[in-house]
């Protein structure tokens, strides 16, 4: 039987890997799988404790937060369309224009 | 007349407007009429005070946030009741005096709204209030000195509205302390001050409190070294301005001082005399000095105004009744007397366009009757007796005697170096021959400025020889707070600083 | 086998729900509405999006006091029907701003008002609710919507501002719901009055400091972020530049009273248990935050970005009074905001009526200094009115929100935090700075010749909404009573 | 076996997450996250939630890689992105330091003792029944909300990427604005 | 008598002030004789009150408060005693005799009615000081005397700032200013005295306060004394504080000979003599005052030896005199001293007066060197100022013989055989240069023909004013037993001893010997032609007297010059470079940060990101700070 440390650990480094990805990524689509993972380690986290504790309170969490990440992408994909028709281009360096 | 605080308070309030409906023309003798109707309305608030009541009467007192204990109370003793006369004529004078200037109408808007704020402040018996009149009186303020002053007039504006915005913060810190101590005491929360005059500080406490105080209170004042934006704001300033802000706004931070300091705080006020004394005699010597530098007229008088400030907190903080009563006579003569020397500069500022003395020179030659009122004014402004500078700076010197003579010996240099720069100014504006060609021909005083002048001469002279109908109120208001002070006080040496007569002494 | 749920429909509590579902209904009006009649005016829209607000704002306010519904999911105590009603006065406030002189993009869009309505109730729902999984729903739907409506002024800076809002908010979820794992990894509970029973059982445990401060902290990122703290604010400036003025103003209140809201729910529980990190971490944040926005707005050109600047600086000064855990501490973040919420508004309603459509005073801004100078002469009421606002949020009394600072820096002064006070006090002497720059261009600069009249978007709505503003700000010192006494009940029987 | 099975999954995961962020190729990246993510329903399988588990492998593996998918194609970015990559010292950095401070918070030796159930999964329901039971009675509201969510975002994503966006009012003279009406 | 005194005390005011109505229009006789009149009326009240005074007795009246404070209250109280009776008749009289020359004097010049209203305000000035019952009263009339004198000495403002080397008093507003400030270091010192006073007595009566002198502690008294006397070391222009007087000659000449000899530098004198209950109990300051008295009697007496200009060498001479009024007064013989004063008060303003008519016949040329033989021209001008200043030597039988003579005896009878030698030298060295200048002006050869001067005597009414003056010049010593009586009703009688008695004689034919040797020496010396020795005159001592021992150029350059110089580095160095920047500079330093800080928000969202992360970590580490701690 794995500890619920095991899963938590896990967890937390999915989330630090998201995480970098955030950070690292300059390309927005890129960056918005990355926060993917950070959702999903959340999600590890929420099933991993619920199971352990026998108590269903994570895996709804768990569940909401898909459908959250679910809706985000919707947004976020019509975003992306709407930047790359108006400037052709989805690197984030090139979104400066406010600043100061 | 019960309500006469409150009308004396919203009466320019709303004189200012509903001047905004009236036409541009005409709002010269609008603006007259209101600050004459304001004058008259004070003098009348004189001539109901009962002199013999030294505590506060025409008391107004309504709730305003009363879970927070805020309550619109208002009341006058001897201490403020001639402050606001006197902030009424000044600015009944100062729109007299205005000349042409431009957008005439937004001015005297901003000076009703300023006598609003002024007025208030002296009247409040609510620390929120006051505080509320305190802060508002800056906005119209920084407008007339931002909109007429002269070449750097923004940041002489802007520096005066920050400088004595953050001082008055930290003081809002000390005030919300007092209530929260009031309220733990009393069980209800009251910014009132006759109810914070009933709280007795611990004295560490009273210590930083009236430090906070004073940080509001000096930076008004102003007092070293926090007295920097003055020169600018008076430099820049249009005449109405500095004669405003010389003769009433100043005095809001010694009124402070007697109003909040010194009843609050008996203990930590004896406890400072002496850092404040220096400080004071630092105001006195320094700014002289700096005063004898100057070139320009106005930063002379500018100066000087520091310099008589440094003789008001002296006499503030002389803990007696001759010292107090002596610097709140002298908040008033410095009041008329400043006051007037601004105007005197305006007059010459509005002939020549500069105040510069090496621009002039002879000048009494050229315009007689302004050097005659110059030269009283300067006389009043170095204390000759039987002139008002004299009364109030002797008692206020003579007061602070008491508890440190060998301070008083040299705060009274102001009376030498006082005389050093105002003949200095005298002698390079008015006398020796007219060297410069544009001075040949400048008019002398004319039938507004003679307007404006000579009632402040007049009550120069009458006050010098006679102020005993305006010393016995304040005396009698004086006496019940320095006695008020001294049961208050909880050291024994305390007690013994605060000198509340000799005569009552015995019969105990 | 499981047995049939049988559910008591009056132990439901329906009536908890009633002004989300208002709004929601709304909203789905609204669409469908559009969907059978195409290209109806603005106008319809917006007047029926505020009756939708009103009998919401009739229905929060006939709610009962502390209660729960819906197998206890939704609260609604003190402080939720107050933030509830505030929210809605910033809305039907802000609505209206829809109706301007000149034509704006999102306008055009009917949905733009169903959304508006969504994100309302996605507002109302994280404040009416103690549970972390309900507030997590609600603020994404609303976060959502807003991102959709800054997107939709369609301008390059309200693409800009939207990308990046999004991006932040996409990872500050993130932080979220990692927070609320750790918090369920200690407590099992997903529910903020169960947490706090379980925390505080386990509070001796050895050891439980770190996953409880852990939690605290991943949830502080993400209540930073959305009431903007230092160093979370970064979105901030930039969203307001390059959302519409009443948009920005919308967003410097109403997210920000929600979240401070789930602060006071959550953080405050830390701080109740004397959890002396959690404390002493909101204020540093505090501190922090106000005191370099300030700086910043300093340097600023722009006048909405100055008030994006001062919008956190605000924020700062009202998140220090969250570590205090005095009912007076918790009223007068709803007092602040009450205030705070007609002059921000007004103020960025006068930006608005003096938005226009070309480039011409910058290159880039919109609402640069220069382009108020001297509108004491073009435009003296306007001057005027926004002297009142710059003032108010200076903190010169009697305008409002020096009442507003007043009772803040009082509880301060209470809770034993002299220094904070006077940091705070120092603070607002450093603000004074940049709202007295606008006065001082608006009042004591000549006009810059041959420029377009300011108030170019002005139509009546607008004037009304500025004119409502004006009053309240100016008049204020006549409702502290009445609202101070409001707040202080209901906060104080919601138990904090 | 299930511990074999955790951390081959373990491992698995992190190795394709790792590929997800730090991959040029975009189509490597969307690859290596949809496996990812399909590992990480097998790990909600183990943890025994296992509608949850269907849950993500139908919304993230379908829906949500779909729209990325078709998001991809949309923006034809099949090949190498050229990315101006933040520093990989400031990423380790902050990345690392962020993972120690997460470790340490989650692999707290106080997590996990003594909590009891609050929402105990019901004796003898399967997974989904238990999650239906619950999602429908105690968690109605924040479903409600959730397809309200859903809803905005439909509504969002239709107006962002719509046609009506390609023109700006909000920059357009109101003349010009008004003279195109018309001519419809 | 109330009213006699009222009557003698505004009289001078009323006429300033319809004086003052006039004063911006061009010359009216009317004012002229308007005020001339009421002084006279004045002076008429004055004899009256001085003759009730000594039939009856002292007249008290309390005209109404003036300052009422804590327990001070000074009220506008006026006394008429002896020494006041006798101060107000020398005053009036002079200040008649000057307003009526002034009539003939100021004729043409064009501040004529403004001159007539600041020598009555002056004139009322001094009744205010001499009549006022307390210590703040005699402080009106102090402060009162020196803004008359102010005004009077800069009175011709329009002339230019020029070199001490062309004039030594520079301008005459210069020389006002001087004066003014003066004072008022001195002042300062009296007013320290003052407080002294009333918070140790309660009161500023005199009589409250010289009653309250016994109970005393002695070191108070000695502060109380020593500050009053520095007020009053101002206002008789004593050394260090004696610059400002020979300065003072840049006003008018009727000015000089009514402020700066008769009355208004008496005023120092006369503060002794009136708190002589608190200086016979402190002998030691009192020795003090005579020995510095002493001193400056022959210090400025040296001065007036080398000399060239007329009115300096009679400022000279008064100030020698007061050197010998303090040094009565110190030792004790106060009506040794008032007796002095009121004789010096008559020869003097004569001596002014003449000098005047002087000047007035040689067009403001004031260089004896270029006068000479005046006799024949200015008769009656001669007469005036050769009986002044026989006065002045102390020539039998004239009045300055009987009043320094006793001066004289009183420092031998103390033993101070010192005070009394140094005094004795002086009386030559007075007699030595009065004649100097009596001889180069009326004798010898008529140099200012040279120069282009055309001199004739002045109006006769102006001659028969100055008549007064010159009888009382004459005959007023022969009182002195009668003067004597009556003011030591008031003062201590001072009684010479047994002993001194006997050595009178001797006493006074010494003192006449050195007197008439002055005059003859000066007489070998000039009453020919002026005899100038090159070598003399360019020898150090010379230098030093005739540059006044470089006192003046000592203050400006250790005095005025630094305070100038400190002053400008006290506003250009510290409050702008100092105060001020700190102020601008926390205000910048706060835009600075600013402008630092919003470098964070560099606009581009991968940095908002990353510090997104960082503040997570910032916040763990705080918190870890926060535990550690705790």
């Given at each position: 039987m794995i500890g619920l440390g095991h899963y938590l650990i896990l967890a937390a480094l999915l989330f630090s890997i998201g995480l970098v990805g955030v950070i690292r990524r300059k390309n927005l689509l890129m960056l918005f799988f990355a926060t993917e993972i950070m959702l999903n380690a959340a999600n590890v986290a929420f099933a991993a404790i619920s199971s352990y504790y026998h108590d269903l309170s994570g895996q709804m969490f768990a569940f909401f937060i898909i459908a959250v990440a679910a809706s985000e992408v919707a947004v976020g994909l019509g975003l992306l369309i709407l930047l790359y028709k108006k400037y052709g281009t989805l690197d984030l360096d090139n979104f400066t224009m406010l600043k100061g | 007349m019960e309500n006469i605080l409150s009308v004396l308070i919203f009466f320019p309030l709303i004189a200012a407007l509903l001047g905004i409906l009236v036409k541009k023309e005409t709002i010269r003798v609008y603006g007259l009429t209101v600050a004459a109707i304001e004058f008259l309305l004070s003098l009348w608030l004189w001539f109901a005070f009962d002199p013999a009541n030294s505590g506060f009467q025409f008391i107004e007192y309504v709730p305003l946030v009363s879970d927070f204990g805020i309550n619109y109370y208002l009341g006058v003793d001897g201490i403020s009741l001639f402050i606001v006369i006197m902030a009424a004529l000044i600015t009944l004078i100062g729109i007299i005096s205005l000349g042409e200037v431009k957008d005439l109408k937004n001015m005297i808007i901003s000076l009703l709204l300023l006598e609003t704020a002024m007025v208030g402040v002296f009247v409040s018996l609510d620390a929120i209030v006051f505080y509320l009149f305190w802060e508002f009186s800056l906005v119209p303020m920084l407008y007339i000195i931002g909109y007429w002053?002269?070449?750097k007039r923004l940041y002489a504006a802007i520096k005066f509205f920050l400088y004595t915005f953050a001082g008055s913060l930290i003081m809002l810190v000390g005030m919300l302390y007092i209530a929260y101590v009031y309220q733990s005491v009393a069980g209800v929360w009251s910014f009132s001050l006759t109810d914070w005059y009933a709280l007795v500080l611990p004295i560490s406490v009273q210590k930083w409190l009236f430090w906070a105080f004073f940080l509001g209170f000096a930076i008004k004042v102003p007092m070293f070294p926090f007295h920097t934006w003055l020169p600018y704001a008076h430099g820049q300033a249009p005449t109405v301005g500095s004669v405003i802000l010389a003769a009433v706004l100043l005095k809001m931070g010694t009124y402070g001082f007697v109003r909040f300091s010194l009843p609050l705080f008996p203990d930590a006020a004896v406890a400072y005399i002496v850092p404040v004394g220096v400080i004071a005699l630092m105001m006195i010597i320094y700014t002289a000095m700096v005063a004898y530098a100057q070139k320009d007229m106005k930063q002379v008088i500018a100066y000087s105004s520091i310099s008589h400030m440094g003789v008001i907190v002296l006499g503030t903080f002389a803990m007696n009744a001759v010292g107090i009563t002596g610097s709140i006579f002298l908040m008033l003569s410095h009041g008329i007397v400043s006051g007037a020397l601004f105007l005197l500069v305006g007059v010459i500022y509005d002939r020549r366009h500069t105040k510069l003395m090496s621009e002039f020179g002879g000048l009494a030659s050229v315009m007689p009757r302004y050097a005659v009122v110059f030269g009283i004014m300067l006389m009043a402004s170095v204390g000759l007796p039987l002139t008002i500078g004299f009364v109030g700076e002797y008692l206020s010197l003579a007061g602070f005697f008491r508890v440190a003579p060998v301070m008083t010996l040299v705060g009274g240099t102001s009376i030498i170096l006082g005389a050093v720069y105002m003949l200095s100014l005298y002698k390079k504006t008015f006398f020796g021959p007219v060297t410069k060609e544009e001075n040949k021909k400048l008019f002398d005083l004319n039938g507004r400025e003679l307007t404006a002048l000579i009632p402040l001469v007049a009550i120069v002279i009458w006050l010098g020889v006679y102020p005993k109908p305006v010393l016995v109120p304040i005396d009698n208001s004086v006496k019940a707070l320095v006695s008020f002070m001294q049961e208050k006080a909880q050291t024994p040496e305390a007690k013994a600083i605060i000198h509340v007569s000799t005569s009552s002494k015995e019969a105990k | 086998m499981l047995q049939p749920i049988s559910v008591n429909m009056a132990s439901l509590n329906l009536s908890t729900l009633s002004p989300m579902l208002v709004v929601v209904g709304g909203a789905l009006l609204i669409l469908i509405i559009d969907l059978l009649k195409k290209n109806l005016d603005k106008s319809l829209y917006v007047t029926l999006s505020i009756l939708i607000l009103f009998v919401d704002f009739g229905a929060t306010l006939s709610l009962g006091i502390n209660q729960r519904g819906f197998f206890d999911v939704m609260l609604i105590d003190g402080i939720s029907v107050v933030s509830q009603l505030l929210i809605l006065i910033a809305s039907m406030l802000f609505i209206p701003l829809a109706l301007t002189q000149k034509r704006f993009h999102e306008y055009s869009y009917p949905e733009y008002f169903a959304l508006f309505l969504f994100m309302v109730a996605g507002f109302q729902f994280m404040v009416a609710t103690d549970n972390l999984i309900l507030i997590f729903v609600g603020l994404e739907t609303a976060s959502l919507a807003l991102y959709t409506l800054i997107a939709m002024h369609n301008t390059p800076g309200s693409h800009e501002a939207a990308i990046k809002y999004f991006t932040l908010g996409a990872m500050a979820a993130g932080f979220f719901v990692m927070g609320a794992a750790a918090i369920y990894a200690v407590t099992g509970a997903v529910e903020l009055y169960d947490v706090a029973k379980v925390m505080q059982a386990r509070m001796s445990e050895p050891g439980i400091l770190v996953p409880v401060i852990g939690g605290a902290l991943l949830m502080m990122v993400a209540i930073g972020f959305k009431v903007s703290l230092i160093p979370f604010h970064l979105w901030t400036p930039d969203v307001y530049e390059g959302s519409s003025a009443p948009m920005a103003g919308y967003m410097s209140i109403v997210p920000k009273i929600t979240m401070m809201v789930v602060a006071m729910r959550l953080l405050g529980l830390y701080v109740d248990m004397g959890v002396e990190p959690v404390r002493w971490m909101i204020i540093a944040l505090a501190v922090v935050t106000m005191t370099l926005s300030n700086m910043m707005a300093l340097v600023q050109e722009d006048v909405k970005r100055m008030l994006a600047y001062s919008s956190i600086s605000h924020a700062g000064f009202v998140m220090a009074a969250l570590a205090l855990d005095t009912t007076k501490a918790y009223s007068s973040i709803f007092l602040y905001y009450t205030l705070f919420l007609f002059t921000n508004l007004g103020a960025f309603a006068m930006l608005w009526i003096s938005r226009h459509k070309g480039q011409t005073y910058h290159s880039r801004f919109h609402h640069p200094y220069e382009k108020f100078a001297g509108l004491i002469h073009t435009s003296p009421q306007g001057a005027v009115i926004m002297a009142i606002f710059m003032l108010s949020l200076t903190g010169v009394p009697p305008f409002s929100l020096f009442w507003g600072k007043l009772y803040v820096i009082s509880a301060t002064v209470d809770a034993g935090y002299l220094w904070l006070a006077i940091v705070m006090a120092i603070n607002s002497a450093i603000a004074a700075y940049y709202y007295l720059k606008l006065i001082v261009y608006m009042f004591l600069k000549p006009p810059a010749p041959g420029i377009e009249a300011v108030g170019i978007n002005s139509s009546k709505p607008l004037v009304v909404i500025v004119g409502i503003s004006v009053t309240v700000t100016a008049l204020s010192v006549f409702i502290m009573q009445p609202l101070l006494s409001y707040i202080s009940y209901m906060v104080s029987v919601s138990g904090y | 076996m299930e511990t074999f099975a955790f951390y081959l999954f373990s491992i698995l995961i992190v190795g394709l997450f790792c590929v997800t962020v730090m991959s040029r190729n975009i189509l490597y990246a969307m690859t290596s996250l949809a496996a990812g993510m399909v590992l990480i329903s097998g790990l909600f399988f183990l943890l025994g939630a296992d509608f949850l588990g269907v849950v993500q492998l139908i919304v993230y593996v379908g829906a949500v890689m779909a729209l990325y998918a078709f998001g991809m194609m949309f923006f034809d970015a099949t090949g190498t992105v050229k990315e101006n990559n933040t520093p990989a010292t400031t990423v380790f950095l902050l990345g690392g330091l962020s993972a120690v401070v997460l470790v340490v918070i989650f692999a707290a030796p106080a997590i996990g003792g003594n909590v009891h159930a609050l929402y105990p999964t019901p004796e003898g329901a399967t997974n989904p029944q238990a999650v239906g039971l619950v999602l429908f009675t105690k968690y109605l509201i924040p479903f409600e909300v959730a397809a309200v969510m859903l809803l905005v975002a439909m509504i969002a994503g239709i107006i962002l990427a719509g046609k009506k966006m390609d023109k700006s009012l909000s920059r357009m003279k109101d003349e010009s604005a008004v003279s195109e009406k018309d001519v419809k | 008598m109330e009213s006699l005194v009222y009557t003698a005390l505004f009289a001078p005011l009323v006429g300033s002030l319809f004086a003052a109505l006039f004063g911006m229009k061009p010359k009216s006789l009317w004012t002229g004789t308007v005020t001339s009149l009421l002084l006279f009326v004045s002076f008429v009240a004055s004899v009256l009150l001085l003759q009730h005074v000594m039939e009856v007795g002292p007249v008290h009246v309390t005209l109404m408060d003036w300052i009422v404070a804590g327990d001070m209250r000074i009220p506008f109280g006026f006394n008429v005693d002896q020494v006041t009776a006798v101060m107000m008749a020398v005053v009036t009289l002079v200040s008649t005799v000057v307003h009526v020359y002034s009539n003939g004097y100021m004729e043409h010049d064009k501040g004529f009615n403004r001159f007539f209203s600041y020598l009555s305000a002056f004139v009322f000035s001094m009744l205010v000081l001499v009549m006022s019952d307390n210590f703040l009263g005699l402080f009106i009339g102090w402060e009162g005397v020196g803004v008359c004198s102010w005004l009077l000495i800069g009175f011709w403002y329009h002339k230019e700032d020029v070199t001490r080397d062309v004039n030594p008093s520079i301008s005459p507003s210069w020389a006002a200013n001087e004066a003014f400030i003066m004072n008022r270091i001195a002042d300062l010192g009296m007013l320290v005295g003052i407080f002294l006073i009333y918070w140790n007595v309660g009161s500023l009566q005199y009589d409250e306060v010289f009653a309250a002198v016994p109970q005393m502690s002695h070191t108070l008294l000695v502060a109380i004394g020593i500050f009053l006397f520095i007020g009053a070391m101002g206002k008789s222009a004593q050394f260090p504080l004696h610059t400002w007087l020979a300065d003072a000659?840049?006003?008018?000449t009727p000015v000089s000979a009514l402020i700066h000899a008769a009355t208004m530098v008496t005023a120092g004198v006369y503060l002794v003599i009136r708190a002589h209950p608190l200086y016979s109990s402190i002998p030691e300051v009192g020795y003090f005052i005579a020995l510095l008295g002493t001193f400056v009697a022959i210090f400025a007496a040296s001065m007036a030896l080398v000399n060239r200009d007329l009115k300096r060498i009679i400022a000279y001479s008064t100030l020698s005199q007061l050197g010998y009024m303090f040094a009565a007064a110190g030792l004790g013989a106060y009506w040794v001293a008032l007796f002095h004063l009121a004789a010096h008060a008559f020869f003097k303003a004569l001596l002014f007066l003449g000098a005047g008519n002087v000047m007035h016949a040689m067009h403001d040329e004031l260089d004896i060197f270029k006068m000479g033989g005046l006799k024949k021209v200015m008769r009656w001008t001669y007469i005036y100022m050769g009986v002044a200043s026989l006065a002045l030597c102390g020539i039998w039988p004239l009045a300055g013989f009987y009043s320094k003579d006793t001066i004289l005896e009183v420092a031998f009878n103390e033993h101070t055989y010192g005070i009394w030698f140094v005094l004795w030298l002086t009386a030559g060295l007075t007699a030595f240069y009065s004649f100097r200048l009596v001889f180069l002006t009326f004798w010898s050869d008529e140099r200012y023909k040279k120069y282009g001067f055309h001199p004739h005597e002045v109006q006769k009414y102006v001659l028969w004013a100055m008549a007064p003056l010159g009888i009382l010049a004459v005959v007023f010593g022969w009182w002195k037993e009668e003067f004597m009586e009556f003011v030591t009703q008031l003062l201590p009688a001072y009684e010479v001893s047994e002993h001194t008695h006997h050595m009178v004689p001797i006493l006074i034919v010494v003192t006449s010997a050195i007197a008439i040797g002055g005059i003859v020496v000066a007489y070998v010396l000039y009453h020919k032609r002026l005899r100038r020795n090159p070598k003399i005159e360019a020898s150090l001592p010379y230098r030093v007297l005739s540059n006044q021992y470089y006192i003046p150029i000592l203050y400006e350059k250790a005095i005025s010059k630094p305070y100038a110089e400190l002053a400008d580095i006290a506003w250009k160095?510290?409050?702008?470079?100092v105060v001020d920047a700190t102020v601008d500079g926390i205000a910048k330093l706060v835009e600075e940060s600013g402008d630092e800080t919003r470098?964070?928000?560099?606009?581009n969202l991968s940095d908002y990101l990353k510090w997104m992360a960082a503040g997570a970590i910032i916040l763990a580490v705080l918190a870890i700070v926060a535990v550690v701690k705790s």
């Open positions: - | 002053g002269g070449e | - | - | 000659m840049e006003g008018p160095e510290i409050d702008m470079q470098k964070m928000q560099t606009g």
